[in-house]
């Protein structure tokens, strides 16, 4: 087991009506707000009204900034960064999902930056400074909620980079699983992918001694695939979407990750996809995370026969290690196809004729990965793997 330290300082209220308090968690962070959000589904759905109502009867000042797409641009963070400035905002309300929260966080951390924000997406700039952010979550997925972590788009060069702070970790998120109950089914199946995908980049480490966080990790895996059918027969399950949207926050919420040294080569090779093609997050690692396997599992054959026996249920053969392995991998595939997820380049609908270039973005600034270290030609199999 790895050093490590751990200390997670979001604070997460959890269930049925929690947003309708919201300002009182903001007291004593913020008194000018910046309601960030997403499309028209927080106000179809009666959310925004809420919201609102919250922060009004507790006196605290707001402006909006709605449009956040999935993949968040860039443009709309420079947006939002001098609605800010001019405002004098001094917290940030994220209501959404993962994109939401992500471009809050790089409006936060823009704010007070005198130079370009995406210097900070580019590692030419370390986050010293950020507005605090709150949450509340309208979609169990990328656990953007409670982790240091921003993903953004830059549309020029279809560029998706990351950044990394403890700076930019929420001061609070709401959970309440009644908020999913609207959610179209694509995006319950594209939470679920990228909460298990989450997963699976702590899972498969080359650390020895890990035994404790692989039972965490397993169990959360069990979580997922067992509440994920039950949700896409009965979309108002409370128990059952209840268990997917705790999974997804603690999933990425840094637990499940100490004391062991996490892959995440499927992030940046996905990355690559969305960025390019504008597809969902979790749909492509539901098509990239399979390939990976295919291509790496020799690397360690042990930990994959550990994850089909204690994840899938396959049977051990200690004296066939290798064809339980990749039993294990035809069952994650196999779960992905039964409950609508692609697994293909094809059913995301990419061409093969930019393989090459997604490969030489994919490495740019080095190999990716660290279960084995990936470079160009390495990443360019696993498309080819996916297609």
């Given at each position: 087991m790895e050093n490590f330290v751990f200390q997670n300082t979001t604070k997460i209220v959890f269930g049925k009506g929690t947003e309708n308090h919201v300002a009182n968690e903001i007291k004593g962070l913020g008194k000018n707000v910046l309601l960030h959000y997403g499309g028209g589904s927080i106000k179809k759905y009666g959310l925004y009204d809420r919201i609102v109502a919250s922060l009004k009867e507790a006196g605290l000042n707001f402006v909006e900034l709605g449009g956040v797409q999935p993949n968040p641009r860039l443009s709309l963070v420079y947006k939002g960064i001098e609605l800010c400035r001019e405002n004098k905002i001094d917290f940030i309300l994220a209501v959404g999902g993962g994109s939401v929260i992500d471009s809050a966080k790089a409006i936060a951390i823009g704010v007070p930056y005198q130079g370009d924000v995406w210097d900070f997406y580019t590692g030419k700039a370390q986050v010293e400074e950020a507005l605090p952010i709150g949450v509340v979550l309208t979609i169990a997925a990328a656990g953007s909620e409670s982790s240091p972590g921003s993903v953004i788009t830059k549309e020029e060069g279809e560029l998706k980079r990351d950044c990394l702070s403890d700076l930019i970790r929420p001061k609070f998120a709401i959970l309440n699983p009644e908020l999913t109950y609207t959610l179209p089914e694509e995006q319950t199946l594209y939470g679920a992918a990228d909460i298990m995908a989450h997963l699976m980049e702590r899972y498969f480490t080359q650390t020895k001694d890990v035994d404790f966080t692989d039972r965490l990790l397993e169990g959360a895996l069990k979580t997922i695939i067992?509440?994920?059918?039950?949700?896409?027969?009965?979309?108002?399950?409370?128990?059952?979407?209840?268990?997917?949207?705790?999974?997804?926050?603690?999933?990425?919420g840094d637990l499940l990750g100490t004391g062991r040294i996490g892959d995440w080569a499927?992030?940046?090779?996905?990355?690559?996809?969305?960025?390019?093609y504008d597809v969902a997050h979790g749909a492509g690692l539901a098509v990239i995370f399979p390939a990976w396997m295919k291509y790496v599992y020799k690397e360690n054959i042990a930990?994959?026969?550990?994850?089909?026996?204690?994840?899938?249920?396959?049977?051990?053969?200690?004296?066939?290690?290798?064809?339980?392995?990749l039993e294990g991998i035809r069952r994650i595939e196999n779960f992905f196809k039964s409950v609508g997820l692609p697994v293909t380049l094809g059913e995301l609908g990419i061409p093969e004729d930019k393989l090459e270039l997604m490969a030489e973005k994919c490495t740019e600034r080095g190999p990716v990965g660290n279960f084995k270290k990936l470079f160009k030609e390495d990443v360019l199999k696993i498309y080819r793997l996916a297609i």
């Open positions: 067992k509440n994920l059918p039950i949700v896409l027969k009965d979309p108002q399950n409370y128990g059952a979407r209840a268990q997917i949207m705790w999974a997804g926050t603690v999933a990425h499927s992030h940046n090779i996905e990355h690559e996809l969305s960025g390019i930990r994959f026969a550990q994850f089909a026996v204690r994840v899938w249920d396959v049977e051990a053969d200690f004296n066939n290690l290798e064809e339980v392995a």
